[in-house]
């Protein structure tokens, strides 16, 4: 995995996760939906990194 790549992705999951805890802790569902839409972006990611490395081998 590149390392630029595995950063953003686990960027895109640290900040789905702080938008979901933020949304749940003031109410906000929309930002909790947010949230947890950003967290799979950054999961899918990291996933599709992963099989690109797999397949490099």
Same mark, same amino acid.
């Given at each position: #995995?590149?390392?630029?790549?595995?950063?953003?992705?686990? +960027?895109? *999951?640290?900040?789905?996760?702080?938008?979901? @805890?933020?949304? !749940?802790?003031?109410?906000?569902?929309?930002? @909790? @939906?947010?949230? !947890?839409?950003?967290? +799979?972006?950054?999961?899918?990611? *990291?996933?599709?990194?992963? #099989?690109?490395?797999?397949?490099? !081998?």
């Amino acid at each position: #995995m590149s390392d630029k790549e595995k950063s953003r992705a686990k +960027a895109e *999951q640290a900040k789905g996760k702080l938008k979901e @805890t933020a949304g !749940r802790a003031v109410g906000n569902e929309r930002l @909790t @939906t947010e949230g !947890r839409a950003e967290k +799979a972006k950054g999961d899918a990611r *990291q996933a599709k990194e992963k #099989m690109k490395d797999v397949f490099k !081998r």
